[in-house]
C-alpha cells in the first residue's frame, strides 16, 4: 500500500513538473505517447504476463519449482524477441505515424520508444514474475517504482538545466532500462536455478492466447479515450484529460491492491475447490474496496481545487466536473471488487473477452458522439459509462456461472 501511495505520488509530481515546466500541450503529447509505448508493449506480450500468472499458480501448488523455472525463462524470452519486432516495426513506420497525427516532432519520440519498448517488457514480465512467487511486496515496488523513477530523472534534468521538448520521453525510457536491470538483479538466482521446459513456445502462444484478446479488448476499453481525444482534438484537451483522469484514478487505490494481492489466492482456493472461504475472502475484499474508495472519494471533492491550482491550470474550464465524473465511474466500479481478476483465474477467459469487448465497442461509440462536441469532459462520460457497465456485467456473470455474489451482501 505504501509502495503504491509513493508511486501515485510520484507521478502526481510528474505531471506538475511537465505541466509547469514543459506546458499543458507536452503533457497531452507525453500522455499520448506513452499510451502508445502501453499499447505496443503489451501486445508485445500476447498475453503471457496473465498466463505467467495463472500458470505459476498451478506450478506453486504441485510444488514443481523446476517447471516453474522453465516457463518463466521461456515466456521473458519470448516476450522480449517479440518485443524487438514491434519496436522494429515501430522504428520503419514512426514517420507515417507522426503524419497520420499531424505531428512531425512525434517521428524522433516514436523512435526512441522502439529502442525502450524490449527494455520495459522484460521489466513488465521479470515484475509479474515476483507475483508469481508471492513477492507481492517486491512487485508491489517494482509495479510503482516507475513514476519515481521518472521524477528522479525530470528533477535532474531540471536540476542540471538539460533542456529539449522530448526530455519527459527519454525520461520514460531511462526509467524502463534501469528498472530492468534491477529486476533482472531481483530475479537472477531464480533464471539460474535448474530447470524443466515442460511447456514448447507453441503451448505457451495458444494457452495465452484467450489472455492476449482480453488484453486487447481491455487496452481498447481503457485507452481509446487518450488516442481519440489526440486525433479529434489538440494536445492541449488530452493534457487537461490526463490530468483529470490520474486524479480520478486515485479512487482506484484500494481495487488497485487487491488486483495485486488476490489472483493467486483466487486461483489457489478454485483448485482447491474452497467455495466458501473463497466467498469469504471476495466479501472481504468488497468491504475494503468499497470503504477505501468511499474515503478517498470524498477527500478529492474537497482539495480538487487546490490541486489545479498548484498545476497552475485552474483556468482551464470543466476540470472539477470531469474529475467528479469520472471519479464517481470509478466509485461505482470500487462496489463490485476485483471481479475481473477473479473471471481471469477462474477460467472463464472467454466470458470476460465477450464483456470487454462489447464495452470497449460502447466506449469506442461514446467517444465518437461525444468527444467532437464536448472534448475531454465527453471523452470523460464516455470513460465512465464504460466502467460501470463493465462491472455491472462481469458481476452477473459471476452470479450465474460461478454462483458467488461479488456485492456486499
Known sequence: MLSKIIGMGAGYFNIWIITKYYGLEA???????????????????????????????????????????????????MGVFQAAIAGGLFFLFSGQLAAFYEAPNYS???????????????????????????????????????GVFVLLLLSAALLFDIKGELIPVWSYIAAAILLFIVMLVTSFNVLVRPRVFSLSQRQIRKMAWPFFMISSVSLLLNWTDVLMLRWLTNEAELGAYHIIFRLGLLVTLPLTVLNTILPAKFAGLRLKKEKKELQQLITTSLRF????????????????????????????????????ILGLGHLIAAFFGPNGSFLLMADSEKKYTVILGITAVLNIVLNFMLIPQYGFIGATIATAISVVVRNLWAVASIKKTHQLKFWIH
Open 27 to 77: 503533457q497531452g503529447a507525453f500522455s499520448f505517447l506513452t499510451t502508445v509505448i502501453n499499447l505496443t508493449a503489451l501486445f508485445s506480450m500476447t498475453g503471457m504476463d496473465t498466463f505467467l500468472l495463472k500458470q505459476a499458480s498451478i506450478y506453486h501448488a504441485g510444488e514443481k519449482q523446476k517447471e516453474y523455472t522453465g516457463l518463466l525463462l521461456r515466456v521473458v524470452l
Open 108 to 146: 524522433i519520440a516514436f523512435k526512441i520508444f522502439a529502442f525502450g519498448i524490449p527494455f520495459y517488457v522484460a521489466f513488465y514480465l521479470l515484475n509479474e514474475a515476483q507475483r508469481t512467487r508471492n513477492n507481492n511486496l517486491l512487485y508491489s515496488m517494482g509495479n510503482h517504482a516507475y
Open 289 to 324: 474496496s468499497t470503504a477505501g474508495s468511499l474515503v478517498i472519494f470524498g477527500g478529492l471533492v474537497l482539495v480538487m481545487s487546490l490541486v489545479f491550482d498548484l498545476l497552475e491550470v485552474n483556468d482551464y474550464p470543466h476540470l472539477w466536473e470531469g474529475t467528479f
